[in-house]
């Protein structure tokens, strides 16, 4: 029984360097999640889809985020340009609503130098 | 503005005894709450939740406690073992309004043999 897959699982590059984050939700969900998780702020939620509609966007922390869910079963994250303070962990997650019992990716571990 | 509060960084308990986590809620709407561990490099996954017209829920060394005039939760692992030793998230959702959920800054429990 397949859960949340992203990919990739860690991703190093260099400032200024376009980013993307893949995630493969659980067949049958038609919510999902992306989160950012820091020291600081702990598990962020950026962004959720519902029936591949963006439902809420308030979290995505400046327009150099954006995130597609082009069809039930796949979303990207994208930053562009990347920055430093964007590296974090960043976690997919997806549900039978948006607020039932989520399932996690293991997350993507990305490292802007 | 932090509407769910895990006040607790960090927990140490010793193994067999009882661990307790805590958590608050500032907003009022909250009426589903869940729990989630996580292990390091792993995604969070589900533990136990609870809806606010419950004020108790069980299931084997798990139960989450439910206070709502307070707007208070905890989760109580008894008997704590060694495996428990993981970051523990709190997260409340407005399941009526069909709200995501958001989650605390989560506590960190060691369990020591």
């Known amino acids: 029984d397949a859960g949340v897959i992203q990919s990739p699982r860690h991703e190093v590059t260099e400032m200024g360097q376009e980013v993307t984050l893949r995630c493969k939700p659980i067949?049958?969900?038609?919510?999902l999640f992306w989160y950012r998780q820091t020291m600081m702020r702990g598990l962020e939620l950026l962004i959720y889809?519902?029936?591949?509609?963006?439902?809420?966007d308030s979290g995505m922390p400046e327009d150099r985020f954006s995130a597609k869910m082009p069809n039930a079963s796949f979303s990207t994250l994208k930053i562009q340009p990347s920055e430093p303070r964007d590296s974090a962990v960043y976690f997919c997650?997806?549900?039978?609503?948006?607020?039932?019992?989520?399932?996690f990716g293991d997350g993507t571990r990305l490292s802007i130098l | 503005d932090q509407q769910v509060k895990q006040n607790s960084p960090s927990l140490s308990v010793q193994e067999g005894r009882i661990s307790i986590l805590n958590c608050d809620y500032t907003?009022?709407?909250?009426?589903?709450f869940l729990w989630y561990k996580k292990y390091p490099a792993e995604g969070p996954t589900f533990l136990i939740s609870?809806?606010?017209?419950?004020d108790k829920n069980e299931d084997g060394r798990f139960t989450v406690f439910l206070n709502k005039s307070a707007k208070h939760l905890s989760l109580h692992i008894v008997p704590s073992q060694p495996g428990d030793s993981a970051v523990y998230f709190c997260?409340?959702?407005?399941?009526?309004?069909?709200?995501?959920?958001?989650f605390g800054k989560g506590t960190t429990l060691s369990v020591s043999s």
């Open positions: 067949s049958g969900h038609n919510s």
């Open positions: 889809f519902n029936n591949n509609v963006p439902i809420d």
């Open positions: 609870i809806s606010s017209i419950k």
């Open positions: 997260a409340a959702s407005a399941d009526q309004a069909g709200t995501a959920l958001i």
């Open positions: 907003n009022s709407m909250f009426d589903y």
């Open positions: 997650a997806s549900s039978f609503g948006p607020s039932q019992p989520q399932h």
